[in-house]
């Protein structure tokens, strides 16, 4: 299955997991808090379709406000937390005074609290510098929203946070281990406006509020912690099928060339570089 709405940076997952996800544990209707006769596929198109009416009454309101305004307060109540409610995240609490850790204030906006208080960052659908750009500002630190809040839970225990700004939602994870940043994103906008309900069921079966851990305690066991160590067991398997690729290659090709009839003083250097201990024999196969 090709997506267009979705994009993995990193390491969080492998793109086969979203041809599969379907297929995957924890995909049942019971994983989703759903009776054993009620249907996944079913629950995601009603899904869907009160997502879509929530961005048609988002679009209505944004013609209401001015260009500069940057719509924050609308993104919020009007599109973000409703359709996270809809996938589950029934208690997302407003920080009005932001987040302290270290020493350091984090404008975090929403904390989920019924999940382990993963950080929920919400800025407006027409905030001038979106989620990766640095803010113009004399005072205070200058990071972008995506960099605030990677760096705020690589401070901390959170294994997983969800930032948005409306265009796009990610669901970043702790990558304090690591030198990149690791997230997977959802092109809401492209959903909504393309229709492109397969992208919206890859959205739902991911990232639904069953996926995530409700506790610290059960990160490491919750279902996409589970799809990213697949992943990464899988990339190692490539990796290690990839290496003995390359190398028979090698072997092939310098064989082949020592092998040639006409290369009668390229196998003297080897036969002599092997007799002075120049070459290993473990190199030349011949």
Same mark, same amino acid.
């Given at each position: 299955?090709?997506?267009?709405? *979705?994009?993995?940076?990193?390491? *969080?997952?492998?793109?086969?997991?979203?041809?599969?996800?379907?297929?995957?544990?924890?995909?049942?209707?019971?994983?989703?808090?759903?009776?054993?006769?009620?249907?996944?596929?079913?629950? *995601?198109? %009603?899904?869907?379709?009160?997502? &879509?009416?929530?961005?048609?009454?988002?679009?209505?309101?944004?013609?209401?406000?001015?260009?500069?305004?940057?719509?924050?307060?609308?993104?919020?109540?009007?599109? /973000?937390?409703?359709?996270?409610?809809?996938?589950?995240?029934?208690?997302?609490?407003?920080?009005?005074?932001?987040?302290?850790?270290?020493?350091?204030?984090?404008?975090?906006?929403?904390?989920?609290?019924?999940?382990?208080?993963?950080?929920? =960052?919400?800025?407006? @659908?027409?905030?001038? @510098?979106?989620?990766?750009?640095?803010?113009?500002?004399? !005072?205070?630190?200058?990071?972008?929203?995506?960099?605030?809040?990677?760096?705020?839970?690589?401070?901390? +225990?959170?294994?997983?946070?969800?930032?948005?700004?409306? =265009?796009?939602?990610?669901?970043?994870?702790?990558?304090?281990? &690591?030198?990149?940043?690791?997230? &997977?994103? #959802?092109?809401?906008?492209? /959903?909504? !406006?393309?229709?492109?309900?397969?992208?919206?069921?890859?959205?739902? %079966?991911?990232?639904?509020?069953? %996926?995530?851990?409700?506790?610290?305690?059960?990160?490491?066991?919750?279902?996409? +912690?589970?799809? =990213?160590?697949?992943?990464? +067991?899988?990339?190692? %398997?490539?990796?290690?099928?990839?290496?003995?690729?390359?190398? !028979?290659? /090698?072997?092939?090709?310098?064989?082949?060339?020592?092998?040639?009839?006409?290369? =009668?003083?390229?196998?003297?250097?080897?036969?002599?570089?092997?007799?002075?201990?120049? #070459?290993?024999?473990?190199?030349?196969?011949?």
């Amino acid at each position: 299955m090709k997506t267009t709405a *979705i994009r993995i940076e990193g390491g *969080i997952l492998t793109p086969d997991i979203l041809e599969e996800i379907h297929s995957k544990s924890g995909q049942q209707s019971v994983d989703f808090g759903l009776k054993a006769s009620e249907s996944v596929k079913d629950e *995601i198109a %009603r899904t869907f379709t009160n997502a &879509l009416a929530y961005w048609d009454i988002f679009q209505i309101k944004l013609e209401s406000l001015k260009m500069d305004n940057p719509a924050t307060s609308v993104t919020r109540n009007q599109l /973000i937390v409703p359709l996270l409610g809809l996938l589950g995240y029934d208690k997302l609490e407003y920080q009005k005074r932001g987040l302290q850790r270290n020493g350091k204030s984090y404008t975090i906006s929403h904390l989920a609290v019924d999940h382990a208080n993963m950080p929920v =960052h919400i800025v407006g @659908y027409q905030y001038e @510098y979106g989620l990766d750009t640095k803010p113009k500002t004399t !005072t205070g630190r200058r990071m972008s929203a995506h960099a605030m809040v990677q760096e705020y839970i690589n401070m901390g +225990e959170e294994l997983y946070a969800i930032v948005t700004d409306g =265009h796009r939602l990610r669901l970043m994870r702790n990558t304090s281990r &690591l030198v990149k940043f690791s997230y &997977l994103e #959802i092109d809401l906008e492209r /959903i909504f !406006t393309e229709n492109l309900f397969s992208d919206f069921a890859i959205f739902y %079966r991911l990232l639904h509020a069953t %996926r995530l851990p409700s506790t610290l305690e059960e990160a490491p066991e919750c279902w996409f +912690e589970q799809y =990213h160590q697949d992943s990464l +067991e899988s990339g190692a %398997r490539i990796r290690d099928k990839l290496s003995v690729a390359v190398q !028979t290659a /090698i072997d092939n090709f310098g064989n082949g060339l020592l092998n040639h009839p006409d290369n =009668h003083e390229l196998r003297k250097k080897v036969d002599d570089g092997l007799s002075m201990g120049v #070459i290993s024999t473990s190199c030349y196969c011949g």
